[in-house]
């Protein structure tokens, strides 16, 4: 009796072992398993309040499918977004996403990755000259358009000023190139006159406002509106605008939709901005990284040449943003409503 008892035990001890060992094993697999997708995120810089959106929610699409990704911030600097591509291909990632510093200077990153087959996507600005496998990106000579477009509707005439962004960024020429689209056949009949047409180095505000200061100078402060690529540079102008009391007298564009913009157009000093959902920008991104890693291929009917190819595309729609329409902005998540209206002057009844 005693004898059968202790085999007993010693039965249900020895089961006991194997069920613990076999699920030891099948989590020892699980953490090795199949091999986690590694994706280098080589950002030019995140001073620019989107960029900060653009990493998190980079970072959060990637978490959610079990990518992991080494991020790194080149703040601006061509020397230092090469060391970081160098460092992350010798890293052994799998993909490459970059948002190039310079369109040009880039292209040596891009070549460098494809000669140890690893794809490349670039991100939000075109990398020229070499062969990334997709650009994803926003439609930015849309978003030029919808910037001169807005301005044109409420000052068909008068005199314009240009200020583009970097011109080292792709983005900013096919930004000009969409607010020539609108605005040349207004010149063309003569109804408005461009007087100065400039570009803010590096897209910094302080650029921007001496532009503006030069071009107010020159013309006896008579300018109409101020056609500025992005809500930094629209800053700028708003600021030395405001040094000669035409803050809110002259029209201004910008993009981005950051907070300081919609306070603007809420106060009235800055007419429009364009909203672009990095919300969907970010995870498309991600995910065509993951296929890309994989080998698959990928369906892209668009594409936009960078002068060495015809770079399969995804364009995301963008949308123009005045005081009538900011809410679009806060209810999709990417400004919060107290936020906006922090400081807002109270609606007219
Ligand atoms: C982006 C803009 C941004 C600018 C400055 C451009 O390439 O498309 O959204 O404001 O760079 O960072």
Redesign the pocket.
């Known amino acids: 009796m005693k004898q059968s008892y202790f085999r007993c035990i010693t039965l249900l001890v020895c089961l006991a072992i194997a069920v613990l060992l076999s699920s030891c094993g099948a989590s020892g697999q699980k953490a090795g398993g199949p091999k986690k997708i590694r994706i280098g995120f080589a950002m030019d810089a995140l001073k ?1 309040e ?2 900060q959106k653009d990493r998190d929610l980079f970072l959060k699409r990637a978490e959610e499918l079990g990518a992991e990704v080494s991020l790194q911030t080149a703040d601006g600097s061509d020397e230092a977004q090469m060391k970081q591509v160098e460092s992350l291909l010798s890293q052994g990632i799998d993909v490459l996403v970059i948002v190039p510093h310079n369109a040009e200077v880039a292209g040596a990153m891009v070549d460098m990755a494809k000669k140890q087959n690893v794809p490349v996507i670039s991100y ?2 075109l990398v020229k000259n070499s062969a990334p496998d997709l650009y994803v990106s926003f439609d ?1 000579e849309r978003v030029g358009e919808l910037e001169a477009k807005l301005l044109l509707d409420r000052a068909p005439t008068g005199n314009y000023v240009l200020i583009g ?1 970097a011109p080292t ?1 792709n ?1 900013s020429l096919l930004l000009r190139k969409g607010q020539e689209n609108i605005l040349q056949p207004a010149i063309d009949r003569g109804d408005i006159k461009i007087v100065a047409n400039q570009w803010a180095k590096e ?1 910094l505000a302080e650029d921007a406002l001496n532009h503006v200061e030069n071009a107010l100078t020159q013309n006896n402060n008579n300018i109409t509106a101020v056609v500025t690529s ?1 809500d ?1 540079t629209a800053g700028g102008a708003i600021q030395a605008l405001a040094k000669q009391g035409l803050a809110g007298k002259v029209l201004v564009s910008g ?2 939709a950051e907070l300081a913009a919609l306070q603007r157009i809420l106060a009235g000093t800055q007419t429009m901005t364009v909203y ?1 959902p990095i919300s969907k920008l970010a995870p498309a991104a991600v995910e065509a990284a993951i296929a890309l890693a994989k080998g698959e291929k990928l369906n892209i009917t668009r594409s936009v040449n960078n002068g060495r190819i015809d770079v399969p595309s995804i364009l995301i729609e963008p949308i123009p943003i005045d005081k009538n329409n900011v809410d679009v902005v806060i209810n999709d998540g990417f400004q919060k409503r107290e936020d906006v209206y922090r400081n807002a002057p109270p609606k007219s009844p």
């Open positions: 620019q989107r960029w939000d600005r930015n962004g960024d983005n897209w992005n930094g993009q981005d672009k």
